[in-house]
Each structure stands twice: as structure tokens, then as C-alpha cells.
């Protein structure tokens, strides 16, 4: 076996002996499909790969970390490749195999009594929501990206979303694990147990630590009854604050029947006007900021719409909401999502941007928005802020559009010091400068100075542990 510091070359013999464990379909070679997968979603990254490997089951990953481990060649685990921090591309001198987990689609059981889903890491998250839901049930995480993002991929980030203020992030949801080794052996962890004190819970090594310390190739996830009732609106306000004043309105009223709470900037939200097509403005005047607020319950006739007819009538009152829509049906409630869902594609059509997924206190949240942004706007006149995201559990994307007519590359080259003076209010408020992203290739130098001694420390003994060659997803999550 080479040892950590002699990493090899992907050499032709290699790639002859994993096609033979793979067959023809399971490798990639051509220039377009290794330049897609050596490329981000954000386009922050563009590496190099000679082929792209897609096992199609267990046992072959299995083989093909063997072979990758008996070459010394680092392998780069992908899933939807929707990654906002780089964490599952190849890096730039080629040396690095890119293992897809594309053809690990299978359900392979789903119980409606146990309330669990037994599914492979390459099933999309919407197409495991929808064999959930054709169940009757419900696997209560979202995420913009669940089209194409994977269940591997999901749960070795740890995505949070936009349901994490009712049910956790997908760390919450994973009873079971199956993954495959640094060194190629396969541990079977796929137990559905609701209790099962056994030792260190090693599943949740493996959730979170993208890519780093094995491959993820299944999981049992936790499923909740289908809601029979959802109420959606869509709500302007004027300010932050406002909107806390009004998730604290609902959570007094009815708590337990929040399912999203969502905060949207209306620079942002005009960004998606101008650039998805369809998209259309449910209240009638623009505002500085929206709310969607959604309640969801698997009881009957549970009276959520007059639930938040009365909340919404008393903050109009008030004027803590300037106006309200409530989605009449399933396609305005679709439509009042997909204003929220669309802002990171919007951002992306309008220009360069640098992103901050991080979380304070829902409390704080427009403590940390307001200072945030004045603190931006002082370091870089003209850049445009557009905060959103998962208000009921603290989590904002506090990003940032490029001041308009700037260069893409200059404002680019700002993200350090755009990121430390987020981070600089992030800290005030004892938040986190990863949410729910990830640290991928974009942060692992934010990490001695967030969760330097003893914590990183433990961190590093775990990896060298597991991986001592250091072959998983190098150069991630670890400085
Ligand atoms: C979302 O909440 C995603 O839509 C993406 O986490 C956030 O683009 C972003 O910064
Ligand atoms: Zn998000």
C-alpha cells in the first residue's frame, strides 16, 4: 500500500482494471462528461479528471475503492453535483478519480408502518419524496436543488432546507447507513431502528462529513404522516424585524403546524421576477421583504387556512404585514414557492455572487441582517444584498450580488474579506459560519479560527483514523 504522502497517477491499467469491475457503462471517459463533473454548480471551480466512475452497486464501489486504494488515487465521491462550497469536484492537476453515485438508484424497501425508506445514495431527493408520497407518507426535507441533488449527497452534507424548523436536518432523518470504507470494506449499518444504544453512533460520523471519511452508497430515512392539510402565504413586510414579530405570532398560535418559515430580501425576490420566467409578485406592491409561512398537519379538517387568516388579520391590523396572500390552490401554492426556491438561479443569471450560509439565533436574525448588511455595504459601495432563507430555524443565505456594471472576476476576488465581515456579525451573535452547505473546498480555512483545538484536533484523529492515505475527497472540509 503507498502511504499518505505518495499519491499516483490514474494510469491506463487502472482504469482497464476498474472498467472490468464496472463494465463499459460505469466509466466515463469523454471530455464533455469529465469536464461536467470537474466543474461546480457555481462555477467556482473548475478541475480535472481523466474518467468518471459509476458503479452500479455496493460490491463495485466497494471493488473500485480497492483498486483506487492499491494505486494510491484519491477518488472524489459526486452525487447531483449541486454543491455551493465545492465540495465534490476534482481538484485542478487531474490527479483525483471522480466516483458517481448516479446508478446506486434503487428503493430498495419503503414501510408504511415503520415509517421508513430504505434507498440507495444515487436516487434524486424529489424522486425519494415521491415513492414516500405515493406511500401516503412524507420525507419532510426540501431543498432547492432536491431535482437533482442525491440522498448520498444530502445526507453526507448534512442539507438542512426549508422544513428543518419542524423536522431537523437530514441527520435527524437517517436511522440507517450503509457505506463503504476508506479501505474498501463495507459496513452494513441499514438497521430501521428507532432505539438502538449500541456503542458510538457511527452513521452520524458519516453524516456531515461529505466525502471525507467514505462513500455513503444507502440509507434507512425516517418518514412522517403526509400532511392533509396545508395553508400557504405569501407576506410583505418592511422590515426583518417585522418578520420575527410575526413567526413569533404564529409559533404562539399554533407551533406545532409550522412546517416552513421562510424570509425573502424584495431586491432578491425582483431578481427572480426579472429572470425565471412566470414568476409573478402574489401581493401588489414590491416590499423591502417577504415571508412565506407555511403550515402543514396529517389531521383532517384541522382549520389551519382560518388559523392563519387569524394570525395574518391581527398582523395586518397591527402592521406588522403591509399585505398577505393566501394560495387559493395547489398551483398558487407552487407558485409561492417557486419565488422562494428561485433565488439562487435568479442570483446566478444576475451576476456574481458571493454566498454566506450561515445561522444566528432566530432571535437575531434581523439584528445580524441589519448589521450585516450595513457592514457590506461600508466594505463594498454599491454591492447589493439579497438575504433569504430558512428564518424559522436562523439559517440565512446572506448573499451578496455584485455592485451593477462591476467586474464578475474583481468582485469575486472580494469573497474573503466580504465572507470575514459577515462572519465578524455572525460571531457576535454566537452563529455558525456554515449552516447547512457545508465546508467543502470554499472553507476549510475558516476552520482553525471557528472550530480550532481540541474540536478540529478530534476531527483530524478521526479522519487519519478512518482514512490514513488521505484518498477521500482530499482537500475538503479539513484545512
Ligand atoms: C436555498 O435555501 C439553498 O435555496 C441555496 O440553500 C442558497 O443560493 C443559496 O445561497
Ligand atoms: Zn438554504
Given at each position: ?7 499516483s ?15 463499459d ?6 471530455a ?19 474518467a468518471?466512475?459509476?458503479?452500479g ?11 483506487c486504494?492499491?494505486?494510491?488515487v ?7 453535483n ?33 415509517m ?82 449500541t456503542g ?73 421576477l ?53 394560495a ?8 409561492i ?27 437575531k436574525?434581523?439584528?445580524f441582517i ?72 470554499l ?23 478512518l ?13
Amino acid at each position: 500500500m503507498p502511504d499518505a504522502a505518495t499519491v499516483s497517477a490514474i494510469t491506463p491499467g487502472l482504469l482497464d482494471a476498474i472498467r472490468a469491475v464496472v463494465g463499459d457503462r460505469g466509466i466515463l471517459t469523454d471530455a464533455s462528461d469529465t469536464a461536467a463533473a470537474s466543474e461546480d454548480w457555481r462555477r467556482l471551480y473548475k478541475g480535472r479528471t481523466s474518467a468518471v466512475i459509476r458503479p452500479g452497486n455496493t460490491d463495485e464501489v466497494a471493488a473500485v475503492v480497492k483498486l483506487c486504494v492499491a494505486a494510491g488515487v484519491p477518488i472524489v465521491t459526486q452525487g447531483g453535483n449541486t454543491s455551493m462550497v465545492g465540495g465534490a469536484v476534482p481538484n485542478e492537476d487531474g490527479s483525483e478519480l471522480v466516483l458517481s453515485t448516479a446508478r446506486l438508484n434503487r428503493v430498495r424497501d419503503i414501510d408504511p408502518v415503520d415509517m421508513t425508506l430504505t434507498i440507495e445514495a444515487g436516487v434524486t431527493l424529489k424522486a425519494a419524496q415521491n415513492f414516500a408520497a405515493e406511500k401516503g407518507c412524507l420525507l419532510p426535507l426540501s431543498i432547492s436543488s432536491e431535482g437533482t441533488a442525491q440522498i448520498g449527497g444530502v445526507l453526507a452534507v448534512n442539507a438542512g432546507g426549508n422544513n428543518t424548523v419542524r423536522y431537523g436536518n437530514a441527520r435527524d432523518l437517517v436511522l440507517g447507513l450503509e457505506a463503504v470504507l476508506p479501505d474498501g470494506t463495507i459496513w452494513n449499518g441499514l438497521r430501521r431502528l428507532r432505539k438502538d444504544n449500541t456503542g458510538y453512533c457511527l452513521r452520524q460520523l458519516f453524516v456531515g462529513s461529505e466525502g471525507t471519511l467514505g462513500i455513503i452508497t444507502a440509507a434507512v430515512l425516517k418518514l412522517v404522516p403526509q400532511p392533509k392539510e396545508t395553508a400557504v402565504a405569501f407576506c410583505a413586510v418592511a422590515t426583518a424585524a417585522d418578520a420575527l414579530e410575526l413567526f413569533a405570532r404564529v409559533q404562539a398560535h399554533d407551533a406545532a403546524a409550522i412546517s416552513a418559515f421562510e424570509l425573502m430580501s424584495g431586491l432578491g425576490t425582483s431578481f427572480v421576477l426579472k429572470h425565471i420566467p412566470n414568476a409573478a409578485l402574489p401581493v401588489e406592491k414590491p416590499a423591502p421583504f417577504y415571508v412565506l409561512v407555511e403550515l402543514a398537519t396529517p389531521r383532517p379538517n384541522a382549520g389551519l387556512r382560518a388559523s392563519l387568516e387569524f394570525v395574518l388579520e391581527g398582523a395586518l391590523t397591527d402592521g406588522v404585514v403591509q399585505d398577505a396572500a393566501i394560495a387559493e390552490s395547489e398551483a398558487q401554492r407552487a407558485a409561492i414557492w417557486r419565488l422562494r426556491e428561485e433565488h439562487s438561479e435568479a442570483q446566478k443569471r444576475e451576476g456574481a455572487s458571493v454566498k454566506n450560509d450561515v445561522s444566528v439565533p432566530v432571535s437575531k436574525v434581523p439584528a445580524f441582517i441589519d448589521e450585516a448588511t450595513a457592514a457590506c455595504e461600508k466594505l463594498i459601495p454599491g454591492v447589493r444584498c439579497v438575504p433569504f432563507g430558512h428564518m424559522g430555524d436562523g439559517n440565512i443565505h446572506f448573499n451578496l450580488e455584485q455592485p451593477v456594471g462591476a467586474d464578475p472576476a474583481w468582485f469575486l476576488d472580494q469573497d474573503h474579506p466580504i465572507m470575514e465581515t459577515v462572519n465578524e456579525v455572525v460571531r457576535k451573535y454566537d452563529g455558525s459560519f456554515s449552516a447547512e452547505h457545508g465546508i467543502g473546498k470554499l472553507k476549510p480555512y475558516m476552520m482553525p479560527d471557528w472550530r480550532g483545538g481540541a474540536e478540529l484536533a478530534l476531527m483530524r484523529r478521526i479522519k487519519d483514523a478512518l482514512d490514513p492515505l488521505g484518498l477521500m475527497n482530499p482537500g475538503k472540509v479539513l484545512p
